[in-house]
């Protein structure tokens, strides 16, 4: 069993939660894991990490990173850095040894500007919205695969925020994904009111309109909370474009499906930026990724890579006992 599969293995499903268009399944660990590290948004708001453009002229798809705490610094794929030259999301999860300095990868996400507003940045209160986010993971990992480094496709990622837009019928000045976020405002605070965390929680599984399309797990409950409402905002900007009853729930074979699929797929590894190792998750209709540290999963996100939200048709139907000997419902 590999260490994707094994770390999925001991996680119970809760009951879902659902706010018009979002529903969340809890994904609860037996055994709580207290954080070694700082989170993003405390190491910033301590002073103990600065993160500034590579140099004076900047690129764009990295940014400097210096840690001067003595703890190890969590960023996780897609959360965004305003500031600097242009706002950024990060390209994977990465923890930043104590008294490190690292270049990491990023993605633009502001394609209108390139003057400095900031000598360095901050933290945002959001991650990439999910759609493109998922599309991003895509191509991090395809690239990972191929040799080229944690990039990812630049063009791709600003039609997303340009569709988007689009779709929302709102201009930004710099194409700035933060000025969508903040043109929802109001809908998607009530989204983060809606949803808490549960006693226990280390992840959820995310579904819109009644179909499953994401997972995040952190492995430790502490962090998770911390993050949760930066995730519902990323998932509620998808969910606010959602068609439909705003009462459909899918049902929780769907969820334990999801797992399966993710527990049952290939996992790559590649050296991790920063501390421990990189893991690619790919299968047929899910793509994701991770960051191992020693023996221990510290962080996975995926995404369904097809929009297919159904549950598998060998589980769809049955009671949630029976689908799995492997991912329990808590009761």
């Given at each position: 069993?590999?260490?994707i599969a094994s770390a ?51 690129h764009v798809p990295e ?169 519902i905002r990323s998932y ?96």
């Amino acid at each position: 069993m590999n260490t994707i599969a094994s770390a999925l293995d001991t996680l119970s499903i809760g009951t879902p939660q659902h706010f018009r268009h979002l529903t969340v399944f809890p994904l609860v660990h037996p055994t709580p894991r207290a954080p070694f590290y700082l989170t993003l948004d405390e190491a910033l708001a301590q002073g103990v990490i600065q993160v500034t453009e590579v140099s004076k002229g900047g690129h764009v798809p990295e940014l400097l990173l210096i840690n001067r705490g003595d703890r190890p610094v969590l960023l996780i794929d897609g959360e965004e850095l305003v500031g600097a030259k242009q706002n950024r999301v990060l390209n994977l999860t990465i923890l930043a040894a104590p008294y490190s300095e690292l270049v990491i990868p990023v993605s633009c996400v502001e394609q209108g500007r390139w003057s400095a507003v900031s000598p360095e940045f901050c933290a945002s209160p959001r991650v990439h919205f999910a759609a493109g986010r998922a599309a991003k993971v895509a191509s991090v990992s395809d690239r990972l695969a191929e040799g080229q480094g944690a990039v990812s496709n630049q063009s791709e990622v600003w039609h997303h925020i340009a569709e988007k837009a689009a779709r929302m019928d709102h201009h930004s000045e710099t194409g700035a994904m933060a000025d969508l976020f903040r043109h929802a405002e109001q809908d998607l605070e009530a989204y983060v009111r809606a949803f808490s965390a549960a006693p226990g929680q280390a992840g959820a599984i995310f579904a819109l309109g009644g179909k499953v399309v994401g997972l995040e797990v952190l492995f430790s409950p502490d962090t998770f909370a911390k993050l949760l409402p930066k995730l519902i905002r990323s998932y509620a900007l998808d969910a606010i474009e959602t068609p439909g009853d705003h009462s459909s729930i899918p049902p929780a074979d769907s969820a334990v499906s999801f797992l399966r699929q993710l527990a049952a797929a290939e996992a790559q590894e590649s050296p991790a930026i920063g501390l421990g190792k990189t893991l690619r998750l790919k299968a047929a209709k899910a793509v994701g990724i991770g960051l191992q540290v020693e023996e221990l999963l510290i962080h996975l996100a995926a995404f369904r890579s097809n929009g297919d939200g159904d549950a598998d048709p060998s589980t769809s139907g049955t009671r949630m006992g029976r689908a799995s000997q492997r991912f329990r419902r808590r009761s």
